[in-house]
């Protein structure tokens, strides 16, 4: 249950309606996340910190990024009905756990739909989140400097400063990103990608895809998130999702070549956020270079 404090400030921002019901769904990077029932019978999502981070609010990264996605028109992200500093109130998609077991439609048409949009550049006007951590979107047109600098090689470092892997994963790490021109494309087209497109993020409702949450959006490669998406394996990403995909987008030739230097990235990332263990995985991604 949300405490009396959190509730009275929770119930101001939405026009003084009464909380009547309130169920916790994640507890994580010190953010709770409660689906909230209203006095009219509204059901909203909230989002608030259990304790304030001064370096970076993700809160606030959140909301500036589900207001960015809904002024372009991409409807399948919660809108924001209240935030500040301290609370996101967004609207609640219905959801539950029955997903299909193939690559559907109506999720193709949803990822193409936010691939679609184009930049001159990478990055995006404003610093994202994910895993309530700071995701640097500085503008660029190198994006071999941007996945570099801001994405693996910012990563990388985060686990230096706090608690470094093995010298001979970090040695193959360095030299990867001494040499990464020499296995990503150097500039292909800026695409929108959701930032943080995983299992858990993408919501279905008796096998129909209902919604995305929790975007870390900037313009990137789109074949980064491509990777990201079958890197887990989820069921409803199935052996002919890349053929279904490049039907509408195009994948470079040399794609299967490089997926897995866009895996590290987040392999690295759950090393930081989540777990040690996927020290492992990291091993495993970095065996597959040619160095």
Known sequence: MIDNEDRKHIE???????????????????????????????????????????????????????IFLNDLKLNFFPKVHRS??????????KNNEIKPNKTEEDLLNAIISIHSNKDEKYGLN??????????????????VDFFRDLRLGYVYELINSSYPMDGSINAKIELLLKNLGNFIPKNPRASLLHGDLWEGNILFNFKSFSGFIDPGSFYGHNEMEIAYLRWFNP?????????????????????????????????????????RSYIDNVSELLKKLKL
């Open 235 to 275: 069921k409803f990403i199935d052996n002919n999702f890349l053929e279904k995909y490049q039907e509408r987008i195009y994948i470079d030739s040399d794609y299967m070549k490089y997926e897995f230097i866009y895996q590290l990235y987040y392999s690295l990332l759950n090393v930081y956020l989540w777990d």
């Open 12 to 66: 101001k921002l939405i026009d003084n309606k009464k909380i009547i019901d309130s169920k916790l769904l994640s507890s994580s990077f010190g953010i709770n996340c409660f689906k909230i029932t209203t006095s009219d019978k509204q059901d909203l999502i909230t989002k608030f910190y259990k304790k304030k981070n001064n370096d970076f609010n993700a809160i606030v990264s959140e909301a500036k990024n589900l």
């Open 126 to 143: 404003f610093d994202s989140q994910i895993g309530g951590i700071k995701q640097k979107n500085k503008r660029s047109d190198n994006w």
């Open 84 to 93: 500040n500093s301290h609370y996101l109130i967004m609207s609640f998609i």
